[in-house]
């Protein structure tokens, strides 16, 4: 993207936490408050107290947008954007809808309640790195990258397990919030919001739907310990990390000089990679699995946890590919209708072609792990995902001497 | 509706089982065909064996097709349509939608594979069922009422049991399915379908996803062992079991002065009803409350599964609803902008409201049971729903005595 591009698309997300408000009293509370004025006076009598929990459910509504207030307020400045929001480009309805999605992130990541959720892989990892780099010094030059970093609860913990951590991530909704939370020196449990004011099925009590979770369970700058050895690259994981050429030109993978050296100088430049509940949000899982055996070293690990459930499954729309060619850079044999959706690859497939012909080893391997997603414990919510872990070994190039 | 419209409806439902082989090709196969042609040389020598499995998952397909040519072969003369599919109205893309979910609801009800997930509710309503009424004489007397019936099966295992059952159901795509399944004369196991091969997400292995299934998994006419005390009816279930008067007119319930009379015969007419996986598809949750009330004769039982999972919870649509004179008939205080979703009551309120307005006393109540939803025991599927059983009575109506 050229930087006006850029900064639209970072527009949009800010106005998007900037509109949450209108948008979520029009989409949650208004049309229940209207269904509501509807029913009969005898349907109302049943219900006497409904009226007065769609008036609490409004001051939750607005105690969020409160909070995004906040995180606009604070990310103007630090991003260089333009001051009037009036200014600022239009979100579209699936900017919108992110901003009702990222509660649910921020609760999987920046809250006590969901810590056994992150627990089912943070157990798995740290008796993997106690084992493997158990000395303190060591860890300091040892390089971890997280694509998919979210707003970087793992970045954070890792770095407090005294590793160097490079987040990547390519939402803004996701970068913006992330710096929000990271950087912001907030008290533990400073911060409330009402992450569940936007769900209707599967609660308990409409008292459980409307209680407020306070964020961030930890103080951050105390996990972080003036190490400064996190990072956050924003951008395609392919694109920033991938081979130098070869895979396919497309939105997620640029033919541009720069980029392709930027991506050489990445090659073998990581001890591990581990992806959370990433691998199955791409059009291409051959990309990624390119990408991840192109940045780690020889003999480095890749860590995996999640969930196979492919994002662009039931997606219609088609995007652009094309050949990168190398020694001009130019784009040929444009491909104008690739499908989003396709190579959805099974976990035994998956796990077959990344041995067999990505040169990784099995070194552990768990399946059928259950897991919320940023569930509530004490509700009657839906019950999540069957989550796969593995902890794969890339094989070390032999030399053959004759 | 008109007999007019009603045979449009029932024609669009035929036609989209009809035209199914096209759009899942089209959906499904095509799409995934376009992506393999698109990787480079490089990554379709990775996945060698990807061509032919998309073979395979063509095939599936177009046996799933000549599955519902059956089926539509059959119906075309039992619901005495317009012998010509070129002259039969189209289905729209919802419609289309239908006939992959059918697979699903087929797997869920007349499948060896998902008899667990049958037994869940069912195990709890024959313990209650051997206790309450264990003599065989007196259960051939004792109504049934089962709404949200889909494809039959708990009609026929209770019919089995020695009950007297009705199912009601609004969906055509589920009555013409049941109608063809339950009276098909169908061997054990003589169908062959391929449900699983319109979702890429979750599989273990590709030769899992294309496995096939034996349906159904009982001889139907054995278990309803010549005895006719089976029926299903077709639509509302507001409209043909409610109160008289006294719900609001909509699309799902009518002022017309038959169908008032047909409710008022209905009242207290039934002594069980059984809701499975059906209370949280209405748009007004007390105007169900009010129906089984209605229905059930003092005394009677209300036995629930299922979770609270709200169909409408995210539909921006609006219904128009109205007052019936109960004088006139005539509809009045019409309302076109009653948003469809709103009204999605807790468990906790749920329970309440039928406990102290519509006069129930708890029996049993469990919640929390954890529950699939036509899936795959074997796999690494979605894990599915958590579930609430209750067993409500329906209080006799106590006469004071000065």
New interface residues.
Partial sequence: MSDGEEARVLEKALSSYYHYEEYALN?IWK??M???M???N??KS??PWYGKYLGELKRCIMKNAEFYRLVVQRSVAYWGCNPNPDQWSQPTSYDMDKTVLMFTQILREWSQECQDERDLLLTRLRAFLNQEIPNKFERRVVKVLIPGAGLGRLIVDLVNDGFCVEGNETSYHMLLLSRFILNGEHPKEGLTIYPFVH????????E??LRPIRIPDVRISEMLNGVCSMSMSAGSFVDLYGPPL???WSEYYSADIEMIRYREQNASSVRIVVTNFFI?TGS?I?DYLETISHVLEDGGYWVNFG????HY?ND?QVEV?G?IDPTTGEVKNV?R???V?????????LIQ?ACD??AFDIIAKE??I?SGYGRDPTG???????C?YWLFKKRKKSFSIC
């Fill in positions: 989409e049309p229940r209207c269904k509501w509807s029913l009969s005898l349907q049943k219900i769900t209707f099925s599967h609660q308990l009590s409409h459980h739907q070869g895979i396919k199955d291409n051959l969930p196979l459930m492919y499954e219609s590919t050949d491909n209708f690739v499908p959706k396709g190579l959805e690859l099974s976990l035994n497939d072609v012909q990505y399946i059928g259950k009657i919510a839906l019950l999540g995902y069957m796969n």
